[in-house]
C-alpha cells in the first residue's frame, strides 16, 4: 500500500507589494529537514490512523511550523496530489493551499527540521529541488494569480 502524507502549501502576501501586481508580493513558507539531505518542503507528514486528510496538514503544519489552523486560510478550489517512490515504495502526498492571516506570525520549527525561509516563487522552486515540488509552487502561483 502507498504511504500516505498531507500538507500544506503555505503562502503570505507582504503589505509592501505595489496593488498593480499582488502576486509579486507572495511568499511561500519552505521547511529545511534536519535529516537526509537536508531539502525544502512546505509542511507535511503522515495520515494518523482515524485523521483525514485535511486534518492531517492542519496537524502536521502545527507540528512543523508552530501554526495554528486558526492562523491560516484554505484557498477553496486547489488541491493537489503528488505521486512518488520513497525507498522503492510508492508515496502519495496531497497539498492544500493556505495563507497566513498575519504576515508577521512566528514560525516555530519542531526538531524535524533546522530552518525555514519564506521564499519569493522563483527563489523557492530553487530551493525545491525536486521537480514535481517546483511544478506543484508553480501550479498554485498560477492559480492564485487567475483569482486576482
Known sequence: M???????????????APAAKVTDGIEYLLLQTSYGTHHW???KGH???GEDDLQTAFRETQEE???Q????T??????????????????????????VKDCNTEIKL??????????????ACKFAEYEDMQATLKEAHQFLCSKE
Not at 502507498?2 to 509592501?16: D, E, M, P
Not at 489552523?69 to 491560516?72: I, P
Open 2 to 16: 502507498a504511504v500516505r502524507a498531507c500538507g500544506l502549501i503555505i503562502f503570505r502576501r507582504l503589505q509592501s
Open 41 to 43: 518542503t512546505p509542511p
Open 47 to 49: 495520515v494518523d490512523p
Open 65 to 67: 511550523a508552530g501554526l
Open 69 to 72: 489552523a486558526s492562523q491560516l
Open 74 to 99: 484554505i484557498i477553496e478550489g486547489y488541491k493537489k496530489e503528488l505521486h512518488y517512490p520513497v525507498r522503492g515504495k510508492p508515496k502519495t502526498v496531497i497539498y492544500w493551499l493556505a495563507e
Open 110 to 123: 519542531s526538531e524535524e527540521h533546522q530552518a525555514f525561509q519564506w521564499l519569493k516563487l522563483e527563489d
